[in-house]
């Protein structure tokens, strides 16, 4: 059972302990630097920031810097591969992928994935950066990666080398591309224990599933959306954090029959959000943590979707993790 979170904020880390039954901030660490995603396993904790990674091995009370052969220092997410200890990813703003076997003392950089990037001419509405990787989903050999805005990427050789899934055209066109293609800007993906050929993908053009691993797409909810949470002992039960536009009338709902029809999931919230929306959802045992866009934390027990808000002291959180 985790018995800490680590929050990564736009003003260092928080450290939280669970108190009574509640996650209580014991320590923060890392003042005044922009993180935007954190990852712990092992008792080694990862950090990625707009200036490369640092990694702690006690906890979070020291940090060393972990960015060698990162040459895009500017890291948009950071993931764990599930079955290889000390095996990690980085997504990163302009986009590419960057794996690391040991423990982030040293980075690969995947090629391919800036070949690509430079050849469809990947961009961001919002940045200068040439597209970002922001999230990542793996199953044994298979692994696929979020490209905003660029597209899907699969890996089929342990993380080796990655390509455009072939229901992703790698155009990076927002007038989005004709079924069964899915829409270029990916926020998330997602892939079921079950199988790794059923995949999810919330996107800035609505929620897309694929049964062929990325080959095929199909539109399931025509949204703007970030987040999902996938059910691991049932690939139909899903929650999505759905908005109208980027940041409007954010909500959150869901499914038990795989994205064909869908139910709010919202008591406790006062929904929707005239300018935020959830930005992740992360599990931690039987509670689901959903992290918003205007940097708040709210919590649910998972199947009740009863809402409060959590960790109140945090402000402007950007990812969280447990250990």
Not at 190 to 200: A, G, M, N
Not at 231 to 240: F, Q, R, T, V
Request: net charge negative; aromatic share 10%; hydrophobic share 35%.
């Amino acid at each position: 059972m985790p018995n800490r979170l680590f929050i990564a904020t736009s003003n260092g880390i928080g450290v939280a302990a669970k108190e009574n039954g509640e996650w209580k901030i014991s320590e923060r660490a890392l003042n005044g630097k922009h993180l935007t995603s954190v990852i712990a396993r092992e008792g080694v904790i990862l950090v990625g920031s707009r200036d490369g990674v640092m990694r702690s091995d006690d906890l979070g009370k020291t940090w060393r810097d972990a960015s060698n052969g990162l040459t895009t220092r500017y890291v948009r997410w950071l993931a764990y591969h599930p079955d290889i200890s000390d095996c990690e990813f980085a997504g990163t703003e302009p986009a590419n992928i960057f794996v690391s076997r040991d423990g982030a003392n040293s980075w690969r950089e995947c090629n391919e994935v800036a070949r690509l990037r430079d050849a469809y001419h990947w961009f961001l509405p919002y940045s200068p950066g040439a597209g970002c990787v922001r999230g990542f989903a793996f199953h044994g050999a298979r692994a696929y990666a979020a490209v905003e805005v660029g597209g899907a990427l699969r890996s089929d050789d342990w993380s080796a080398t990655w390509k455009l899934c072939d229901g992703s055209n790698g155009n990076p066109d927002l007038e989005g591309p004709p079924a069964p293609l899915i829409y270029p800007d990916v926020h998330s993906i997602e892939v079921h224990p079950s199988s790794p050929d059923l995949v999810y993908a919330p996107t800035g053009g609505g929620f897309y599933t694929s049964r062929d691993g990325g080959a095929t797409w199909e539109l399931k909810y025509e949204c703007y959306v970030r987040a999902m949470w996938l059910d691991a002992s049932d690939s139909s039960h899903i929650l999505l954090g759905p908005a109208d536009n980027v940041d409007r009338n954010g909500r959150i709902e869901e499914s038990r029959d795989g994205g064909t029809t869908w139910q709010p999931a919202s008591d406790g919230l006062n929904v929707p959000w005239a300018r935020h929306m959830v930005e992740r959802f992360n599990q931690v045992d039987d509670e689901l943590f959903a992290l918003l866009s205007n940097g708040e934390i709210f919590v649910s027990r998972v199947d009740e979707w009863k809402w409060k808000r959590a960790l109140e002291e945090i402000k402007n959180a950007n990812a969280l993790w447990s250990m």
